[in-house]
């Protein structure tokens, strides 16, 4: 979906830490005023609709089985998780390095970065689709060939369009700002600078240094985006549509237009799995110590 | 800034003891490799995110057939009404849940602040956290089993008040409906964006107004207010961003029977009547350059926020 992958990267942070309470309000007044009758509002307008969806589901008692006994569930559902899987393995792996690499060497390259992890915002996942469609269709341009520097002739005779692999990339690069920001955010709370120092003097290389001594610290963060990279893909719609690949979103938007009361129940499933991932965040992404509100509220958002 | 300096003094010492040059002087096979490691990440934004923004902007520009340069896409795309109706739909759609996430949210987010830190309030938090992320086709079904014809509103309204909210005219698949829908998540994402900056007031700012003889509303309409103003105007932003990129959501509640313009972009590049990518293009061009004009505001703001409330 285009729209998950916003709000995931923003959810990361309220979620993993502590933020101090009651500022803004004399000490030792609990008024119940129009904020928290906001609040209950707001809550009942959330809960409302899965509530409504869990009992317009088990209406039809037929419904519950028959999600299960029907054989396109499994395999779109396998195929989401494998397409989750992926793309977070290559998101961490693409990203953690990279942003380790501009914070430790060339911290002027840090709003290069955050304009290459703004642009999904400017171009979300249907426009990006489209543009993805046409450049691996087979039929570019020469000023294309020259700008990526002959690498898209090179796809294009590998033929990925439309295809998985491709589709993993997509993925990628739409969870961008909710992978680069935590992992910027752990890196500049921990010393990154003393604690490369610190494992070079006593004899460590990059990539020990990385995987022994930065890694384990940036933990949280790393595991945060992950998560948040899973829960964004196993709910992306848009680009799967596009690339008419059938991954379970696809499956639940053809159930939900014959049968609306085992759609009801599916998207009860989504949640659970959306839930899944969010308590994931919160219980191994908790991070300790006060100093990383400060750099979460001082750094960019 | 601090850490930047700090890092440049030390790299400048780990520079000079690891590759013995004149220490505080970086060589230029230091700033090589330092851009060498940048590299792969460059090289994926570039195939996958630079080069399809720059073929939907030439590619506007082109002619279908003939794949001369050309405006006739623009044109196509200013004379159809439906295209410009497609877009102001879009814009008045995610103008409203911005602003309604906004307010009611924002005021949620003050209530979830002065809680006092809890399990209640982290479980809130999270439950924002997945409420924001419902959204998509799961968040369509969910409202079609709500407020859909059967759903479980309408028959609550229709049992307790007798009154069919259908037979007056109200729909799930029309503009108001999808306000409703798009709002799920808007809320809670205004929660989760607003409660960071909701530490900006300091609560010596609310005595010192009590002490000398504010009010609430004197106070909010005096000094809260103005203090958070850039960063509730950057979290709506990005609010209004979010609704109008959505596509999933709209194409799983009416399969592309609202006229807005993700799903006319979807109608013209994957819709089984025509395929006019030129039209498309343009119409993705539209798009961008309306969300450039929110991010930059939104970029503007954090920028305000970040230089008076910098630390």
Same mark, same amino acid.
């Given at each position: 979906? /285009?729209? +998950?992958?916003?709000?995931?990267?923003?959810?990361?942070?309220?979620?993993?830490?502590?933020?101090?309470?009651?500022?803004?309000?004399?000490? +030792?007044?609990?008024?119940?005023?129009?904020?928290?009758?906001?609040?209950?509002?707001?809550?009942?307008?959330?809960?409302?609709?899965?509530?409504?969806?869990?009992?317009?589901?088990?209406?039809?008692?037929?419904?519950?089985?028959?999600?299960?006994?029907?054989?396109? =569930?499994?395999?779109?559902?396998?195929?989401?998780?494998?397409?989750?899987?992926?793309?977070?393995?290559?998101?961490?792996?693409?990203?953690?390095p990279?942003?380790?690499?501009?914070?430790?060497?060339?911290?002027?390259?840090?709003?290069?970065?955050?304009?290459?992890?703004?642009? %999904?915002?400017?171009?979300?996942?249907?426009?990006?689709?489209?543009?993805?469609?046409?450049?691996?269709?087979?039929?570019?341009?020469?000023?294309?060939?020259?700008?990526?520097?002959?690498?898209?002739?090179?796809?294009?005779?590998?033929?990925?369009?439309?295809?998985?692999?491709?589709?993993?990339?997509?993925?990628?690069?739409?969870?961008?700002?909710?992978?680069?920001?935590?992992?910027?955010?752990?890196?500049?709370?921990?010393?990154?600078?003393?604690l490369t120092?610190a494992a070079y003097?006593l004899g460590s290389g990059w990539w020990r240094t990385f995987l022994t001594v930065i890694l384990p610290?940036?933990?949280?963060?790393?595991?945060?985006?992950?998560?948040?990279?899973?829960?964004?893909?196993?709910?992306? =719609?848009?680009?799967?549509?596009?690339?008419?690949?059938?991954?379970?979103?696809?499956?639940?938007?053809?159930?939900?237009?014959?049968? %609306?009361?085992?759609?009801?129940?599916?998207?009860?499933?989504?949640?659970?799995?959306?839930?899944?991932?969010?308590?994931?965040?919160?219980? =191994?992404?908790?991070?300790?110590?006060?100093?990383?509100?400060?750099?979460?509220?001082?750094?960019?958002? | 800034?601090? /850490?930047?300096?700090?890092?440049?003094?030390?790299?400048?010492?780990?520079?000079?003891?690891?590759?013995?040059?004149?220490?505080?002087?970086?060589?230029?096979?230091?700033?090589?490799?330092?851009?060498?490691?940048?590299?792969?990440?460059?090289?994926?934004?570039?195939?996958?995110?630079?080069? %399809?923004?720059?073929?939907?902007?030439?590619?506007?520009?082109?002619?279908?057939?003939?794949?001369? %340069?050309?405006?006739?896409?623009?044109?196509?795309?200013? /004379?159809?009404?439906?295209?410009?109706?497609? =877009?102001?739909?879009?814009?008045?759609?995610?103008?409203?849940?911005?602003?309604?996430?906004?307010?009611?949210?924002?005021?949620?987010?003050?209530?979830?602040?002065?809680?006092?830190?809890?399990?209640?309030?982290?479980?809130?938090?999270?439950?924002? /956290?997945?409420?924001?992320?419902?959204?998509?086709?799961?968040?369509?079904?969910?409202?079609?089993?709500?407020?859909?014809?059967?759903?479980?509103?309408?028959?609550?309204?229709?049992?307790?008040?007798?009154?069919?909210?259908?037979?007056?005219?109200?729909?799930?698949?029309?503009?108001?409906?999808?306000?409703?829908?798009?709002?799920?998540?808007?809320?809670?994402?205004?929660?989760?964006?607003?409660?960071?900056?909701?530490?900006?007031?300091?609560?010596?700012?609310?005595?010192?107004?009590?002490?000398?003889?504010?009010?609430?509303?004197?106070?909010?309409?005096?000094?809260?207010?103005?203090?958070?103003?850039?960063?509730?105007?950057?979290?709506?932003?990005?609010?209004?961003?979010?609704?109008?990129?959505?596509?999933?959501?709209?194409?799983?509640?009416?399969?592309?029977?609202?006229?807005?313009?993700?799903?006319?972009?979807?109608?013209?590049?994957?819709?089984?009547?025509?395929?006019?990518?030129?039209?498309?293009?343009?119409?993705?061009?539209?798009?961008?350059?309306?969300?450039?004009?929110?991010?930059?505001?939104?970029?503007?703001?954090?920028?305000?926020?970040?230089?008076?409330?910098?630390?």
């Amino acid at each position: 979906m /285009s729209i +998950g992958g916003t709000t995931s990267g923003i959810s990361q942070r309220a979620v993993s830490d502590n933020l101090p309470a009651r500022a803004g309000k004399p000490r +030792g007044r609990r008024s119940f005023n129009t904020s928290k009758i906001m609040l209950i509002l707001v809550m009942l307008y959330l809960l409302v609709p899965l509530g409504a969806a869990l009992w317009f589901g088990l209406l039809d008692p037929t419904s519950f089985p028959r999600i299960f006994s029907d054989p396109d =569930f499994s395999q779109t559902f396998f195929t989401s998780l494998e397409l989750a899987t992926a793309s977070t393995i290559l998101a961490v792996v693409l990203v953690t390095p990279t942003a380790y690499w501009v914070q430790l060497r060339i911290p002027q390259a840090r709003p290069l970065m955050d304009v290459l992890t703004l642009i %999904p915002f400017a171009m979300p996942a249907i426009i990006l689709a489209v543009g993805l469609v046409q450049e691996f269709n087979g039929t570019v341009s020469p000023l294309i060939n020259f700008l990526s520097l002959g690498l898209v002739p090179a796809l294009n005779n590998l033929n990925i369009v439309n295809t998985p692999p491709l589709l993993v990339c997509a993925y990628v690069i739409i969870s961008l700002p909710f992978v680069y920001r935590p992992i910027d955010n752990n890196l500049r709370a921990i010393n990154t600078s003393v604690l490369t120092e610190a494992a070079y003097s006593l004899g460590s290389g990059w990539w020990r240094t990385f995987l022994t001594v930065i890694l384990p610290n940036i933990m949280p963060g790393v595991i945060s985006a992950a998560l948040l990279t899973f829960s964004v893909v196993m709910g992306e =719609f848009t680009i799967a549509q596009l690339f008419s690949i059938y991954t379970f979103p696809i499956f639940l938007n053809n159930v939900g237009q014959n049968d %609306p009361h085992r759609a009801a129940l599916l998207s009860i499933l989504s949640f659970i799995i959306t839930l899944i991932c969010v308590l994931g965040i919160i219980l =191994f992404a908790r991070r300790r110590g006060g100093s990383e509100s400060t750099a979460e509220i001082g750094a960019a958002k | 800034m601090q /850490s930047q300096g700090e890092t440049a003094i030390t790299n400048n010492v780990a520079e000079a003891s690891t590759k013995g040059k004149r220490q505080g002087r970086r060589g230029w096979s230091y700033t090589l490799t330092s851009l060498l490691g940048l590299v792969p990440f460059l090289l994926f934004c570039l195939l996958f995110e630079v080069i %399809p923004a720059i073929i939907i902007v030439q590619g506007s520009f082109t002619n279908n057939d003939t794949g001369a %340069p050309t405006t006739d896409n623009y044109k196509h795309m200013f /004379s159809q009404a439906s295209n410009l109706h497609a =877009f102001q739909t879009s814009i008045s759609l995610s103008l409203v849940t911005a602003l309604l996430g906004g307010v009611f949210g924002g005021l949620a987010a003050y209530g979830v602040y002065t809680l006092r830190t809890g399990p209640l309030r982290n479980l809130l938090v999270g439950f924002s /956290s997945i409420a924001a992320n419902f959204a998509g086709v799961p968040l369509a079904f969910a409202y079609v089993a709500t407020l859909g014809i059967t759903g479980y509103v309408t028959v609550l309204i229709h049992t307790l008040f007798h009154v069919n909210i259908y037979d007056l005219g109200f729909s799930l698949y029309t503009f108001w409906g999808l306000v409703i829908v798009y709002t799920y998540f808007q809320l809670p994402l205004m929660i989760l964006l607003t409660l960071p900056a909701l530490s900006a007031l300091r609560p010596e700012w609310r005595e010192a107004a009590t002490n000398l003889g504010a009010s609430t509303f004197t106070f909010w309409r005096k000094i809260g207010l103005p203090i958070l103003l850039p960063s509730l105007i950057a979290a709506m932003m990005l609010l209004f961003a979010n609704s109008f990129g959505a596509f999933a959501t709209a194409y799983a509640l009416a399969q592309g029977g609202i006229n807005i313009v993700p799903i006319l972009i979807n109608f013209v590049v994957n819709g089984n009547v025509i395929i006019d990518y030129g039209l498309g293009n343009a119409l993705s061009v539209g798009m961008i350059i309306i969300l450039l004009v929110a991010v930059s505001i939104y970029t503007v703001m954090l920028r305000r926020v970040n230089t008076w409330q910098g630390r």
